[in-house]
């Protein structure tokens, strides 16, 4: 168990839907990333949050994606009018001493 | 620009067989390098990282990785496979110059375990 928890595990959406996926980093971890795995592929990175600042946005995070971290504490990612290229693992992050612990991800199935 | 090659998407080794899973890395600066391991519907795991200390780095469940400058590689190695074993390997490459480490990664190897 490294910690790092997501919510929902699973989530399978229609197209042009709204989908919302939290993170619950490791306490006291002041940094929090986002990344996105395809099947196949490595995780790719999206964002970086320094506590509540988002101070990274990878190219890869449309502007249907939204990231927030609002207290420094759990942070959000917000995929607006989703499209089936959205299906994917998303994975999260938090960070000490530049080791990344990695929470169990949430996979997106848009039919 | 930091970039990862692993130079096998497939490695298939028989129990009680040496691992060697391969990986070559690109980068501007001096990289911290780190072998993640992914089971089925679990989270990545570090296995081991290098950060310009030792060349040769041991990680958990006996596996270890020696960083060789001059060929830019960090190959995974272990001396006897396991069942346990089999997994998605990622090799990684950050650079921490920016005050943060986004991580890299390569596009993973498939460890298959044959009894």
């Known amino acids: 168990d490294t910690g790092v928890s997501q919510d929902p595990r699973h989530k399978i959406t229609k197209r042009g839907q709204n989908v919302t996926f939290r993170c619950d980093p490791i306490s006291e971890h002041n940094r929090l990333y986002w990344y996105r795995q395809t099947l196949g592929q490595g995780p790719e990175f999206l964002t970086y949050?320094?506590?509540?600042?988002?101070?990274?946005k990878s190219r890869l995070l449309s502007d249907r994606f939204s990231a927030e971290r609002p207290k420094g504490s759990f942070s959000t990612l917000e995929i607006q009018r989703t499209e089936q290229g959205d299906s994917a693992m998303y994975l999260c992050a938090s960070e000490a001493s530049y080791e990344q612990f990695f929470g169990p991800g949430t996979r997106l199935t848009v039919l | 620009a930091q970039s990862v090659t692993q130079l096998d998407s497939h490695v298939s080794v028989s129990e009680g067989t040496p691992v060697l899973l391969r990986c070559n890395y690109s980068s501007s600066y001096s990289p911290s390098l780190f072998w993640y391991v992914q089971h089925p519907n679990k989270g990545l795991q570090l296995l081991l990282k290098y950060t310009s200390a030792a060349t040769l780095v041991k990680g958990i469940n006996g596996f270890e990785a020696e960083f060789k400058k001059s060929e830019t590689s960090f190959h995974l190695t272990k001396p006897s496979a396991h069942m346990s074993d089999a997994a998605e390997y990622f090799c990684v490459v950050s650079d921490p110059g920016s005050g943060y480490s986004t991580l890299t990664f390569g596009k993973g190897t498939m460890l298959l375990v044959s009894p």
């Open positions: 949050f320094q506590n509540e600042a988002q101070l990274e």
